[in-house]
């Protein structure tokens, strides 16, 4: 699939890459692909999100605060498992912040002084996982295969050979799952509307 994909599809991927190391996160979403391709504001698709007042850095600023929010600490696939079984990590945080204080669930105790063992010279301090991620290898959520696979089957419906940002765009607004879909709300966009847009630009550019 990979080998229709355009340079700046490419670029895309490889921006997710970087979105993911550059926020710290141990996983490639949905939500690294949306900034990547936006970091590219004139492309096709782009173009779009662009033009309805959304950039990369609008939506940067996004991912952050809905994995903040959502992940609790935790890793974002494992956060979204829970989501499945009907528990909301956001509504947990909401009810520890109003039983103990905002800020209650990130609050770290520090170890007793006098307890300077094995643990205190070994690299467990807070930032050491953060570290590996960003010199490890960082997998595709399945939700961003799924968007990928997406933009596979958009290119193929509007019968172009390739793919380009404007069907990686298309891909992510078909995107069903929870996160993705509040990512969207957080940026005022309405995925079927978005769409109906972006393909009407693509023919008016055509």
Do not use: Y
């Amino acid at each position: 699939m990979f080998e229709r994909f355009t340079r700046q599809a490419r670029t895309t991927v490889v921006g997710a890459v970087e979105e993911a190391r550059r926020l710290g996160h141990d996983w490639i979403g949905t939500e690294h692909l949306l900034i990547a391709v936006l970091r590219q504001p004139d492309e096709p698709g782009a173009a779009t999100l662009a033009r309805l007042g959304v950039d990369a850095e609008a939506a940067r600023a996004a991912v952050e605060r809905l994995t903040d929010r959502s992940g609790d600490g935790i890793g974002e696939e494992d956060a979204e498992a829970l989501r499945a079984l009907g528990i909301d990590l956001e509504e947990v945080r909401r009810r520890a912040e109003d039983a103990f204080g905002p800020g209650a669930l990130d609050r770290t105790p520090e170890p007793p002084r006098e307890r300077r063992g094995l643990r205190s010279v070994l690299p467990f301090r807070r930032g050491g996982r953060d570290r590996r991620r960003n010199q490890g290898h960082i997998p595709f959520a399945p939700r961003a295969k799924k968007a990928l696979e997406l933009s596979l089957r958009e290119a193929l419906a509007l019968k172009d050979r390739h793919i380009g940002c404007e069907h990686v765009v298309l891909g992510l607004l078909r995107s069903e799952d929870r996160l993705t879909g509040d990512l969207f709300a957080r940026l005022g966009l309405e995925p079927e509307a978005v769409r109906s847009q972006v393909i009407a630009d693509l023919r008016r550019a055509a």
